[in-house]
């Protein structure tokens, strides 16, 4: 097959969108099939700064990257106002302020998908709503392309799918992915009839391998023992970084064995926490991380804490089982359609009445530091589970069956 995968980012851009776009590409060029992808030339969402090269192959897979539009002071005021008066008002005067702001706007890229179409039998757009969506979408039906999208629609956060354009694109595409069984759900609920699959997100397990668990704390200046929490991802609001200070300074006034770990790129929200938590003891904190630090991270720690509201999936989750460690998310619909409470790892409420999410997590945290073999038990669940279904291998099976299929239908009204 002939495929075009349109994306905000790509590699080496780090989040998980980026990470699911990029596996996939690249393991369906393994299998012979052509695999071209358009995306902007950014790898910061905050600013669509154009930094990348134009062109570049990477492990099979042909990459064009396209100028965008810089999402600056005005198109960040944009966007605050379309969502602002298009809650209020539902009118689609407001939708172009949303899709400015929202970015990236790469007019390159409409230009060469109307020029290119006809060299691709099927395009798949990843990742619903960012600008480039829309972009994919006006092209790829202006040349009669066959569309598949995945949203990864994240259904507490409803700037992610609840626009008039956004709903077009859902309606207009032939095939819908979904990472997970309740985004299927949800968008059944919603009135959706296209053909919905559940295809996941998955990893290459080879590009995780056995790290010895000292040696990776003794790159933090972690103590051979204790526990330690780990927090792997960008420090935004949703994440849930401050949940988690909150719940280890509970922790650590009752106990000094507790460590916590926190990695990712930094953001104002976190560079304001940290100015409030300077110097707690027993808190390490690390930027934005190489690959192997990553891992190495994962292999420190006792259990992964991401208590995050506003996930599509999850794929930290599964890094985390790579490395058999315990898992802890929000009761949410993505992620508890991945994580099996208190058998895989155990979910949080974001909102909990009985408990403030702080001390619900202090007291999960402080069951399992207690409990260390029932963590591990967790961890071994999730990495069987992570084998069973959510390689990058199995998920390229369904993907490049839905594939076929979609073509062959759209073939069939010719």
């Not at 979904?178 to 997100?201: M, R, W």
Request: with cysteine; proline share 3%; aromatic share 12%.
């Amino acid at each position: 097959m002939r495929l075009l995968h349109v994306t905000h980012q790509y590699r080496p851009a780090i989040g998980g969108a980026e990470r699911y776009i990029t596996d996939l590409s690249e393991e369906l060029a393994r299998r012979g099939h052509q695999v071209d992808v358009f995306t902007s030339r950014s790898q910061d969402y905050l600013t669509w700064h154009n930094a990348l090269p134009y062109f570049e192959q990477l492990d099979g897979v042909n990459i064009y990257r396209f100028n965008s539009l810089p999402r600056n002071g005005l198109a960040w005021r944009a966007l605050e106002y379309g969502f602002r008066h298009y809650w209020q008002t539902r009118h689609r005067f407001y939708e172009p302020f949303i899709f400015y702001g929202s970015g990236p706007v790469c007019l390159g890229m409409l230009d060469a998908i109307l020029r290119d179409a006809h060299k691709y039998d099927l395009i798949h757009i990843s990742q619903l709503h960012y600008s480039h969506s829309f972009t994919a979408y006006l092209a790829a039906c202006q040349r009669h392309l066959p569309i598949v999208i995945t949203p990864l629609l994240h259904a507490e956060q409803r700037e992610t799918y609840d626009i008039g354009y956004l709903q077009t694109i859902l309606k207009g595409s032939q095939t819908i992915l979904t990472l997970t069984t309740a985004e299927k759900q949800y968008l059944v609920k919603l009135g959706y009839d296209n053909e919905i699959i559940v295809s996941g997100s998955g990893l290459q397990l080879r590009d995780f391998p056995p790290l010895d668990k000292q040696t990776c704390r003794a790159q933090f200046n972690l103590p051979a023992n204790g526990f330690v929490m780990l927090f792997l991802g960008r420090k935004t609001v949703y994440k849930g970084l401050d949940k988690c200070l909150e719940a280890f300074v509970t922790l650590r006034q009752q106990r000094n064995d507790i460590y916590f770990l926190a990695v990712g790129p930094e953001t104002e929200f976190s560079t304001q926490l940290w100015q409030r938590y300077q110097g707690l003891e027993g808190l390490i904190v690390r930027g934005t991380a190489s690959n192997e630090e990553r891992l190495a991270a994962l292999a420190a720690c006792d259990v992964l804490a991401m208590p995050s509201t506003g996930e599509s999936f999850g794929i930290v989750y599964l890094e985390a089982w790579a490395y058999h460690k315990a898992v802890i998310g929000a009761n949410i619909n993505a992620v508890a359609s991945l994580i099996r409470d208190d058998v895989d790892g155990l979910l949080v409420e974001p909102h909990s009445i009985t408990y403030s999410t702080r001390g619900l997590l202090a007291h999960q945290l402080n069951y399992l530091a207690d409990h260390p073999e029932i963590a591990q038990r967790m961890g071994q669940h999730g990495r069987a589970k992570l084998e069973q279904r959510y390689t990058v291998e199995h998920i390229a099976d369904i993907v490049e069956g839905t594939y076929a299929r979609t073509i062959r239908r759209k073939n069939s009204f010719k």
